[in-house]
Protein backbone atom coordinates (compact mmCIF):
# COMPACT_ATOMS: atom_id res chain seq x y z
CA UNK A 1 0.00 0.00 0.00
CA UNK A 2 1.64 3.49 -1.08
CA UNK A 3 2.25 5.80 1.92
CA UNK A 4 -0.34 8.90 1.86
CA UNK A 5 1.38 11.97 0.69
CA UNK A 6 0.80 15.31 2.58
CA UNK A 7 -2.78 16.59 2.27
CA UNK A 8 -4.27 13.26 0.61
CA UNK A 9 -7.42 12.37 1.83
CA UNK A 10 -7.70 9.29 3.86
CA UNK A 11 -10.25 7.64 5.08
CA UNK A 12 -11.73 8.85 8.67
CA UNK A 13 -12.99 5.35 9.79
CA UNK A 14 -11.63 1.40 8.62
CA UNK A 15 -14.72 -0.83 9.59
CA UNK A 16 -12.92 -4.22 9.81
CA UNK A 17 -13.87 -7.54 11.48
CA UNK A 18 -9.84 -8.47 11.41
CA UNK A 19 -8.70 -5.71 13.30
CA UNK A 20 -11.34 -5.73 15.88
CA UNK A 21 -10.60 -9.59 16.58
CA UNK A 22 -6.93 -8.89 17.32
CA UNK A 23 -7.20 -5.80 19.22
CA UNK A 24 -9.94 -7.69 20.92
CA UNK A 25 -7.96 -11.05 21.82
CA UNK A 26 -4.09 -9.87 21.25
CA UNK A 27 -1.91 -10.85 23.79
CA UNK A 28 2.30 -10.36 24.40
CA UNK A 29 4.44 -13.30 24.05
CA UNK A 30 7.00 -13.17 26.66
CA UNK A 31 10.29 -12.96 24.89
CA UNK A 32 11.86 -15.82 26.37
CA UNK A 33 9.33 -17.97 24.42
CA UNK A 34 10.42 -15.79 21.20
CA UNK A 35 12.53 -17.50 18.46
CA UNK A 36 12.96 -16.84 14.64
CA UNK A 37 11.62 -16.41 12.12
CA UNK A 38 11.64 -12.18 12.19
CA UNK A 39 10.56 -9.57 10.00
CA UNK A 40 12.46 -9.25 6.85
CA UNK A 41 13.64 -5.47 6.32
CA UNK A 42 11.00 -3.92 4.58
CA UNK A 43 8.27 -5.47 7.01
CA UNK A 44 10.00 -4.18 9.78
CA UNK A 45 10.66 -0.48 7.92
CA UNK A 46 6.52 -0.87 7.27
CA UNK A 47 6.33 -1.93 11.29
CA UNK A 48 8.41 1.54 12.45
CA UNK A 49 6.41 3.46 9.93
CA UNK A 50 3.30 2.45 11.83
CA UNK A 51 4.74 2.61 15.11
CA UNK A 52 5.67 6.43 14.43
CA UNK A 53 2.34 7.48 12.86
CA UNK A 54 1.11 8.33 16.39
CA UNK A 55 -1.20 10.68 18.12
CA UNK A 56 1.40 13.77 18.55
CA UNK A 57 0.21 17.00 19.76
CA UNK A 58 1.36 19.41 18.22
CA UNK A 59 3.98 17.30 16.14
CA UNK A 60 6.70 17.20 18.53
CA UNK A 61 7.60 13.39 16.91
CA UNK A 62 8.99 12.54 20.68
CA UNK A 63 10.60 9.25 20.13
CA UNK A 64 12.81 7.77 18.11
CA UNK A 65 13.84 3.98 17.38
CA UNK A 66 16.89 2.36 17.72
CA UNK A 67 17.26 -1.01 15.71
CA UNK A 68 19.12 -4.37 16.90
CA UNK A 69 19.17 -7.50 14.71
CA UNK A 70 21.69 -10.55 14.39
CA UNK A 71 25.34 -9.22 15.22
CA UNK A 72 23.61 -6.09 17.25
CA UNK A 73 21.64 -8.37 19.34
CA UNK A 74 24.95 -9.89 20.24
CA UNK A 75 27.37 -6.96 21.02
CA UNK A 76 24.47 -5.36 22.78
CA UNK A 77 24.51 -8.82 24.71
CA UNK A 78 28.32 -8.76 25.62
CA UNK A 79 28.09 -5.02 26.70
CA UNK A 80 24.83 -6.17 29.44
CA UNK A 81 27.04 -8.99 30.67
CA UNK A 82 30.08 -6.31 31.12
CA UNK A 83 28.33 -4.14 32.71
CA UNK A 84 26.46 -7.03 34.86
CA UNK A 85 29.18 -8.39 35.86
CA UNK A 86 30.78 -4.94 37.03
CA UNK A 87 28.03 -4.44 38.64
CA UNK A 88 27.09 -7.69 40.57
CA UNK A 89 30.87 -9.10 40.93
CA UNK A 90 29.30 -12.21 43.07
CA UNK A 91 27.13 -12.94 40.49
CA UNK A 92 27.25 -17.04 39.22
CA UNK A 93 28.21 -17.84 35.33
CA UNK A 94 25.43 -18.85 34.66
CA UNK A 95 23.65 -15.57 35.54
CA UNK A 96 26.19 -13.27 33.21
CA UNK A 97 25.50 -15.60 30.78
CA UNK A 98 21.64 -14.86 30.68
CA UNK A 99 22.46 -11.46 29.71
CA UNK A 100 25.18 -12.32 26.98
CA UNK A 101 21.88 -14.12 25.36
CA UNK A 102 19.17 -12.07 26.36
CA UNK A 103 19.12 -9.98 22.88
CA UNK A 104 19.55 -13.24 21.28
CA UNK A 105 15.98 -14.20 22.48
CA UNK A 106 14.28 -12.64 19.87
CA UNK A 107 15.76 -11.69 15.52
CA UNK A 108 14.49 -7.91 16.47
CA UNK A 109 14.51 -5.95 19.71
CA UNK A 110 13.30 -2.11 18.97
CA UNK A 111 14.67 0.19 21.62
CA UNK A 112 11.47 2.72 21.74
CA UNK A 113 13.13 6.11 23.11
CA UNK A 114 11.52 8.51 24.40
CA UNK A 115 12.93 11.97 23.46
CA UNK A 116 11.29 14.88 25.42
CA UNK A 117 11.94 18.52 24.71
CA UNK A 118 11.03 20.48 27.84
CA UNK A 119 10.95 23.82 26.10
CA UNK A 120 7.92 22.89 23.91
CA UNK A 121 4.41 23.94 24.68
CA UNK A 122 3.37 20.21 24.57
CA UNK A 123 3.27 19.20 28.45
CA UNK A 124 6.36 16.43 29.30
CA UNK A 125 3.51 14.56 30.04
CA UNK A 126 1.51 14.43 26.53
CA UNK A 127 5.36 14.08 25.10
CA UNK A 128 5.43 10.76 27.16
CA UNK A 129 2.29 9.24 26.37
CA UNK A 130 2.80 9.89 22.52
CA UNK A 131 5.95 7.23 22.95
CA UNK A 132 4.19 4.66 24.99
CA UNK A 133 1.73 5.09 21.80
CA UNK A 134 4.45 4.26 19.63
CA UNK A 135 5.35 1.09 21.70
CA UNK A 136 1.53 -0.27 21.55
CA UNK A 137 1.27 0.56 17.56
CA UNK A 138 4.45 -1.35 17.39
CA UNK A 139 2.82 -4.32 19.12
CA UNK A 140 -0.04 -4.09 17.09
CA UNK A 141 1.86 -3.74 13.54
CA UNK A 142 3.95 -6.75 14.47
CA UNK A 143 0.75 -8.79 15.28
CA UNK A 144 -0.68 -7.74 11.94
CA UNK A 145 2.35 -8.59 9.87
CA UNK A 146 2.27 -12.19 11.66
CA UNK A 147 4.85 -11.91 14.91
CA UNK A 148 4.73 -12.46 17.78
CA UNK A 149 6.25 -9.48 20.23
CA UNK A 150 6.54 -7.89 23.72
CA UNK A 151 7.13 -4.66 25.60
CA UNK A 152 9.19 -4.86 28.37
CA UNK A 153 11.99 -2.76 30.41
CA UNK A 154 13.88 -4.52 32.36
CA UNK A 155 17.13 -3.30 34.26
CA UNK A 156 19.00 -2.21 31.35
CA UNK A 157 16.05 0.59 30.01
CA UNK A 158 16.83 2.09 33.65
CA UNK A 159 20.60 1.45 33.38
CA UNK A 160 23.06 4.50 33.40
CA UNK A 161 26.20 2.35 31.93
CA UNK A 162 23.82 0.59 29.38
CA UNK A 163 21.82 3.85 28.90
CA UNK A 164 25.10 5.61 28.17
CA UNK A 165 26.62 2.79 25.51
CA UNK A 166 23.19 3.50 23.92
CA UNK A 167 24.16 7.34 23.54
CA UNK A 168 21.08 8.43 25.27
CA UNK A 169 21.00 11.89 26.11
CA UNK A 170 19.63 13.44 29.52
CA UNK A 171 16.46 13.91 28.30
CA UNK A 172 16.14 10.45 26.29
CA UNK A 173 14.47 7.60 28.39
CA UNK A 174 13.74 3.99 26.98
CA UNK A 175 9.67 3.69 26.65
CA UNK A 176 10.79 -0.16 26.20
CA UNK A 177 12.40 -2.17 24.66
CA UNK A 178 9.74 -4.30 21.98
CA UNK A 179 11.27 -7.94 21.04
CA UNK A 180 9.41 -9.30 17.65
CA UNK A 181 9.75 -13.03 16.63
CA UNK A 182 7.59 -15.77 16.81
CA UNK A 183 6.22 -17.16 19.44
CA UNK A 184 7.69 -20.76 20.58
CA UNK A 185 4.28 -21.49 22.68
CA UNK A 186 0.89 -19.56 21.88
CA UNK A 187 -0.27 -17.80 24.95
CA UNK A 188 -2.89 -17.97 27.27
CA UNK A 189 -5.71 -15.17 28.13
CA UNK A 190 -4.74 -13.75 31.33
CA UNK A 191 -6.45 -11.77 33.72
CA UNK A 192 -8.14 -8.71 32.74
CA UNK A 193 -9.54 -5.08 34.33
CA UNK A 194 -13.06 -5.83 35.77
CA UNK A 195 -15.14 -3.13 33.09
CA UNK A 196 -17.79 -2.51 35.90
CA UNK A 197 -14.71 -0.79 38.30
CA UNK A 198 -13.00 1.19 35.58
CA UNK A 199 -15.77 2.59 33.78
CA UNK A 200 -18.08 5.16 34.88
CA UNK A 201 -20.58 7.22 33.70
CA UNK A 202 -19.99 11.18 34.47
C1 LIG B 1 6.16 0.19 30.05
C2 LIG B 1 6.02 -1.29 30.20
C3 LIG B 1 7.08 -2.04 30.66
C4 LIG B 1 6.98 -3.41 30.83
N1 LIG B 1 8.05 -4.11 31.26
C5 LIG B 1 7.96 -5.44 31.41
C6 LIG B 1 9.09 -6.18 31.86
O1 LIG B 1 10.16 -5.64 32.09
N2 LIG B 1 8.93 -7.52 32.00
C7 LIG B 1 7.73 -8.15 31.74
O2 LIG B 1 7.64 -9.37 31.90
N3 LIG B 1 6.66 -7.46 31.32
C8 LIG B 1 6.74 -6.13 31.15
N4 LIG B 1 5.65 -5.43 30.71
C9 LIG B 1 4.37 -6.14 30.48
C10 LIG B 1 4.26 -6.80 29.10
O3 LIG B 1 4.58 -5.93 28.06
C11 LIG B 1 2.85 -7.29 28.81
O4 LIG B 1 2.00 -6.25 28.77
C12 LIG B 1 2.32 -8.29 29.79
O5 LIG B 1 3.29 -9.22 29.99
C13 LIG B 1 1.08 -9.04 29.26
O6 LIG B 1 0.11 -8.24 28.78
P1 LIG B 1 -0.54 -8.40 27.32
O7 LIG B 1 -0.49 -9.83 26.92
O8 LIG B 1 -1.92 -7.88 27.49
O9 LIG B 1 0.26 -7.51 26.40
C14 LIG B 1 5.75 -4.06 30.53
C15 LIG B 1 4.68 -3.30 30.05
C16 LIG B 1 4.80 -1.94 29.88
C17 LIG B 1 3.62 -1.16 29.36
Not at 26 to 48: I, K, N, V, Y
Not at 77 to 106: C, H, N, S, V, W
Not at 143 to 165: C, M, N, P, R
Amino acid sequence: MKKPELGDELASAHSSDDTLALLRTRRSTPADLLGGPGPDQQTLSDMLEIAARVPDHRRVAPFRFMVFVGEACERFGATLARIFAEQTPDAEAAKIDYERQRFMRAPVVIAVISKIDPAHRTPEWEQILTSGAACQNLLIAASAHGFAAQWITEWYAYDKAVLKVLGLTEKERIAGYVYIGTAREEPKERGRPDMGSIVSMF
